[in-house]
């Protein structure tokens, strides 16, 4: 990925955030240790061609594999399913653990009747009925009468510890939690904390982080929140947050120069991409905005650029 400019790169990190604000029992299984935060809107990529496009040729397989485990049971994600968010966050050793919650039009009693026709049983962890959802070890919880926890045993098991305040949550991330308060209203957004900041400005930065000393700069980046928007066009607009506004104001510089490395030899399309973004710094906040229509969106789509950078 370092071979590509910033505009592209931040686009393809959006690749499975389409969300609304978090739902309360969503909510309260979110461990403090959280690094990142993506959601999908599915009534959003119902309403948007280009929304369904995107979701058509860069879907992750981790997705892919869930739609797939959902229509298993009863659920057809192109109808039955709202919201769809996805969870990472740090274990033991600083380890990464995922789970995702998912909310929609589908009941519990529903879905619990077709396991029970398959004779699937459930096991209990702290009181929840937890069950095998398709292969790899993935099991599934209700949360609610329409919300269901998904994941690897493993991580289904540790969400459940923090809703029942066996660990911390959510709230007690407040660097996290302030993050969330300014984006979570808007139709596309995702959160990530400070380690996964660095690594996703290192990646995107790409050569350009060699034009200046990345490893001093990177330990003052705090956290960074994106928005998608598909309504009359493509919206992006990216926030890092920093230490001071020096370090805002740098990071700014190195961004533009990797945008200009990166025009010296792009083709039409990926030149018109990165003339339709602007990076400026607002105190001690990095901003990026992209905005572009959906026409010429769909064109950046099918660019060389796009295809090396979804894979």
């Not at 034009?211 to 598909?230: C, G, I, P, Q």
């Not at 650029?305 to 894979?311: C, D, T």
Request: hydrophobic fraction near 40%; aromatic fraction near 6%.
């Amino acid at each position: 990925m370092n071979r590509f400019a910033l505009v592209a790169s931040l686009l393809l990190i959006t690749i499975s955030a389409w969300s609304l604000p978090i739902g309360t029992s969503a909510r309260q299984v979110i461990p403090d240790s959280v690094q990142q935060i993506i959601s999908v809107d599915y009534r959003a990529l119902r309403d948007s061609p280009t929304a369904q496009a995107l979701k058509s040729q860069v879907l992750p397989e981790n997705l892919k594999q869930f739609e797939g485990s959902l229509r298993g049971i009863g659920i057809d994600s192109e109808h039955d399913l709202d919201q769809l968010t996805f969870v990472s966050f740090r274990a033991a050793k600083d380890s990464l653990k995922t789970v995702g919650i998912a909310q929609g039009s589908f009941t519990q009693k529903a879905v619990l009747r077709k396991l029970q026709l398959k004779k699937i049983k459930p096991l209990r962890y702290n009181n929840v009925s937890t069950y095998p959802m398709g292969g790899g070890g993935m099991r599934m919880a209700f949360l609610d009468e329409s919300t269901l926890l998904f994941g690897d045993a493993s991580s289904v098991r540790s969400a459940l510890d923090v809703r029942d305040g066996m660990s911390p949550n959510l709230e007690n991330n407040e660097q996290i939690s302030d993050m969330i308060g300014g984006v979570e209203s808007g139709p596309v957004w995702s959160v990530l904390d400070q380690k996964g900041t660095q690594n996703m400005m290192m990646s995107a930065l790409g050569d350009a982080a060699r034009l200046a000393d990345y490893n001093v700069l990177k330990k003052r980046l705090l956290s960074s929140r994106y928005t998608m928007n598909f309504s009359n066009g493509v919206k992006f607009d990216l926030d890092v947050a920093t230490s001071d506004s020096m370090t805002a104001s740098t990071l700014s510089s190195l961004v533009k120069a990797g945008m200009m490395y990166k025009k010296m030899n792009a083709s039409p399309i990926e030149k018109l991409a990165i003339d339709s973004c602007t990076v400026d710094n607002d105190s001690s906040n990095l901003k990026l905005h992209f905005k572009t229509d959906d026409n010429k969106f769909q064109s950046l789509m099918h660019s060389q650029l796009f295809a090396a950078v979804s894979k």
